[in-house]
């Protein structure tokens, strides 16, 4: 027993000395490892700098700058193609007298070609349009966007003027701001 109580005052006396001894030394910041780490991240830096320098062009090739110019040839052109032209129209079983305005949309790059073929084929132009309002329902002719309209008359258009060398129609839109009707009553 007296082993054992020996034993005892020396396990206690230690704890305290080296709770005492752990409180009394603080670790610090590990400096060397910082200035280790610092110095190891500027060397790599200025390596990198130094050999992407080597690789990058002597002299510059670039040409002179070109002043842009400004292609209008696909700019839109609005042409008349019907203004204020009176039609008839009998689908209600009475007579109905429609006014008419349409414009083509026509890049200016196409301008001329379209307008030649509107003024060649003009009677045919004013005929195709005529029918179309003739046998078109009332409610056709009332649409608020006259999408009806507008797509019969875009088809008569695109038979007579043919598409460009690539194929695409020259006139880019059809536009109707004008179509009135009322009853013919004399």
């Known amino acids: ?7 005892k005052p020396k396990s206690d006396a230690k704890p305290e000395e080296g709770a005492e001894g752990g409180e009394s030394k603080k670790k610090g ?16 830096a200025g390596a990198l700098v130094f050999v992407l320098g080597l690789g990058g062009p002597k002299e510059s090739k ?10 209008d040839s696909n700019e839109i052109e609005e042409i008349p193609i019907l203004e204020d032209e009176m039609y008839q129209n009998m689908q209600t079983g009475q007579v109905w007298v429609w006014g008419l305005s349409v414009y083509a949309q026509v890049k200016k790059k196409n301008v001329e070609f379209v307008q030649g073929v509107l003024e060649q084929r003009s009677a045919e132009i004013r005929e195709g349009m005529s029918q179309i309002v003739g046998r078109a329902q009332h409610a056709q002719l009332k ?5 009806t309209l507008n797509r019969q008359f875009t088809a008569l258009l695109e038979k007579i003027v043919k598409p460009d060398e690539d194929g695409k129609p020259r006139i880019e839109r059809l536009l109707i701001p004008k179509c009135t009707g009322y009853p013919a009553d004399f």
């Open 62 to 71: 670039a040409e002179e700058a070109h002043e842009l110019v400004h292609d």
């Open 1 to 7: 027993m007296a082993d054992k109580e020996k034993e």
């Open 29 to 44: 910041l590990p400096i060397k490892t910082i200035a280790i780490v610092v110095v190891a991240m500027a060397l790599e």
């Open 143 to 147: 649409e608020p966007d006259r999408q």
